[in-house]
T-cell receptor, first 113, second 113 residues
């Protein structure tokens, strides 16, 4: 079946540190891949996406590359800020099943000043 | 002007009661969803509707009954509430079902005592 696995959090970093949050997936064919972010007390917001192998999604300094060979979509940012503290969700949209976004368990990021 | 709005934001009730959560989107989207987020932040799809028609019912107990009076509204009614129903329920919408680009409401936190 389709599934998404994320690294367990929380991830605690100092401001300006480099961020990596690992995400791997299981799916048939070529799903679309997403990162969503949830700030405290809010709903999820789309951060970035990639729809085919080797695509790189980017937004607000965050990047993730769709790696078919390793079935991964790791999220990276070169220099995090306190305002990046949030929960980050990796997700996939299966090729064979529209109308359903499958989420990973989320990774909480805490950035300290 | 809120794109996806849910009411109420907080709901505390006793086991066995019946409650409803309302959702409205003003984005002109065709597809709407209900997701459940448990205490560990895990997000799972419950239902998706496209143009008022049920597309996905993800093995949710039949105590949960979604209703879509028009494509801008998707309400969730829950009968005979149980302790395990305590969660945050998120409504979301998208332009179509396959894009994976969902717009989420702020969530409705349901606590069953």
């Amino acid at each position: 079946g389709n599934s998404v696995t994320q690294m367990e959090g929380p991830v605690t970093l100092s401001e300006e540190a480099f961020l990596t949050i690992n995400c791997t997936y299981t799916a048939t064919g070529y799903p679309s891949l997403f990162w969503y972010v949830q700030y405290p007390g809010e709903g999820l917001q789309l951060l970035l996406k990639a729809t085919k192998a080797d695509d790189k999604g980017s937004n607000k300094g965050f990047e993730a590359t769709y790696r078919k060979e390793t079935t991964s979509f790791h999220l990276e940012k070169g220099s995090v800020q306190v305002s990046d503290s949030a929960v980050y969700f990796c997700a996939l949209s299966p090729m064979d099943s529209s109308y359903k976004l499958i989420f990973g368990s989320g990774t909480r990021l805490l950035v300290r000043p | 002007d809120t794109a996806v709005s849910q009411t109420p934001k907080y709901l505390v009730t006793q086991m066995g009661n019946d409650k409803s959560i309302k959702c409205e989107q003003n984005l002109g989207h065709d597809t709407m969803y209900w997701y459940k987020q448990d205490s560990k932040k895990f997000l799972k799809i419950m239902f998706s509707y496209n143009n008022k028609e049920l597309i996905i019912n993800e093995t949710v107990p039949n105590r949960f009954s979604p209703k879509s009076p028009d494509k801008a509204h998707l309400n969730l009614h829950i009968n005979s509430l149980e302790l395990g129903d305590s969660a945050v329920y998120f409504c979301a919408s998208s332009q179509d079902g396959g894009s994976g680009e969902l717009f989420f409401g702020e969530g409705s936190r349901l606590t069953v005592l």
